[in-house]
């Protein structure tokens, strides 16, 4: 059975993925799926950068804004929409260009990875999440540099969420959940495709992410973020916990100044990047494209002869 195109379009945040999707969707003949783990959400448009109806061009986005906040998002329901996305892309006859920085969703879908759990038994997870509300994050991070250390260098301390999945996998399989990754990693794809990551020197990278969120700020930020927690939404929804908001929160929560606020989300936004960065060396598949000193058609071009020489598609069609 020949195997379906997939294009990957990835890279840190501020890379300049959007604006080069829209080009390489009207090139191929694609629809772009958002791989993006805020975007999926309603009426959190600012703080996640999502490209606004009138900004597609006609190109058919695919999951986003397609829960509310207070929904859960993780991986596996991911994997589930993306998929389901895919197949409606392929039967319109078109390449689904897979478009975001959340690498461990683009993983997921890419080799197809199976999260089959034990999820009959919720004793152990129940049991770090009280030890977590009771005593913090960091003895979950303790104990997980003790039992998994790839795991516990790879997830963020603030990640409460991933360190109780990462222990609780240990507890219930006595395999490290790095190991199973690693072991999930080395699956073949069943997907003809091209993972495609952009690049950006790092000086002009973090000028740009520090760009985004003043004008974030700019298109009101505080104000989308009083407007959720007027819906009722809190800091402990995983939806708040995404760059921008929780910082927000804390402003409007009195933890912190304004300067204090803007200088948080400037700073963890660039270690998010370079977080990004470091997932995606890792990927043994990946190409980089560098966008230095390169107009968008450069990259655009240098695309689609990739796409050519791979035979994921063998002519370029207009839209």
């Not at 409606?88 to 199976?114: N, S």
């Not at 250390?149 to 969420?161: C, D, E, L, V």
Request: glycine share 6%; hydrophobic share 40%.
């Amino acid at each position: 059975m020949e195997k379906k195109p997939l294009v990957i379009l990835t890279g840190p945040t501020a890379a300049g993925k959007t604006a080069l999707s829209l080009k390489l969707a009207r090139a191929i003949g694609g629809e772009i799926v958002s791989a993006d783990s805020m975007q999926v959400y309603r009426h959190m448009d600012i703080g996640s950068a999502k490209i606004r109806p009138e900004e597609m061009q006609g190109i058919a986005h695919h999951l986003i804004d397609v829960l509310m906040p207070w929904e859960e998002f993780n991986v596996v329901r991911f994997q589930q929409l993306a998929k389901q996305a895919c197949a409606g892309i392929w039967e319109r006859g078109h390449i689904p260009i897979v478009a975001g920085g959340t690498g461990f969703y683009i993983q997921a879908l890419l080799y197809d990875i199976d999260f089959t759990e034990n999820d009959a038994d919720t004793s152990v997870r129940e049991k770090w999440e009280k030890l977590a509300k009771e005593q913090g994050g960091q003895v979950l991070y303790e104990r997980l540099l003790q039992i998994d250390p790839a795991s516990a260098a790879a997830i963020h301390k603030n990640n409460t969420k991933r360190m109780i999945r990462a222990l609780e996998f240990y507890e219930q399989t006595g395999t490290p959940i790095s190991a199973h990754n690693e072991e999930q990693r080395r699956r073949k794809s069943p997907y003809c495709f091209l993972y495609a990551v952009l690049t950006r020197e790092r000086v002009e990278l973090y000028e740009r992410i520090d760009r985004r969120v003043e004008q974030m700020l700019q298109k009101g930020l505080l104000k989308e973020v009083e407007t959720l927690k007027e819906m009722g939404c809190t800091r402990q929804m995983t939806a708040m916990q995404g760059l921008g908001y929780k910082e927000m929160l804390d402003y409007l929560e009195g933890r912190l100044s304004w300067e204090e606020a803007v200088y948080t989300i400037k700073r963890d936004t660039r270690h998010f990047a370079k977080r990004q960065l470091t997932w995606f060396r890792r990927e043994p598949e990946a190409v980089f494209f560098s966008m230095d000193a390169k107009e968008e058609t450069q990259v655009l071009a240098e695309l689609l002869a990739r796409l050519k020489t791979e035979r994921i598609t063998d002519k370029n069609e207009g839209r």
